[in-house]
């Protein structure tokens, strides 16, 4: 499986951004698709997840403002970030866990937020 994010960019407080990840290769095999965050200088922290199933989960400092979905048509999957913040500013990663290959991520994509 092979993940590609794109979408980043500047955004203002209180701004909206979408972000997009295609997935290709062995889609079958996805079980939940993620996205993280990693800010400069912490860890990279769950934003949300979506299970093939459906089941959606959010971290609660994004709950309310960020929506993920997916298009199983187009092999993508979203993130919405809506009411952003300075907190907000971080790589953004797609991440697929899988039953053959576990564990795959996306090559990251920047969201800065500013005035």
């Known amino acids: 499986v092979q993940l590609q994010a794109s979408g980043g960019g500047l955004v203002q407080p209180g701004g909206s951004l979408g972000i997009s990840c295609v997935a290709s290769?062995?889609?079958?095999?996805?079980?939940?698709m993620n996205w993280y965050r990693q800010a400069p200088g912490k860890q990279r922290e769950l934003v949300a997840s979506i299970t093939k199933d459906g089941i959606i989960k959010y971290a609660d400092f994004v709950k309310g403002r960020f929506t993920i979905s997916r298009d199983n048509a187009k092999n993508t999957l979203y993130l919405q970030m809506d009411t952003v913040n300075f907190d907000d500013t971080a790589v953004y990663y797609c991440n697929a866990v899988t039953t053959i290959w576990g564990n795959r991520w996306g090559q990251g994509t920047l969201v800065t937020v500013s005035s």
């Open positions: 290769g062995s889609i079958f095999s996805i079980q939940i």
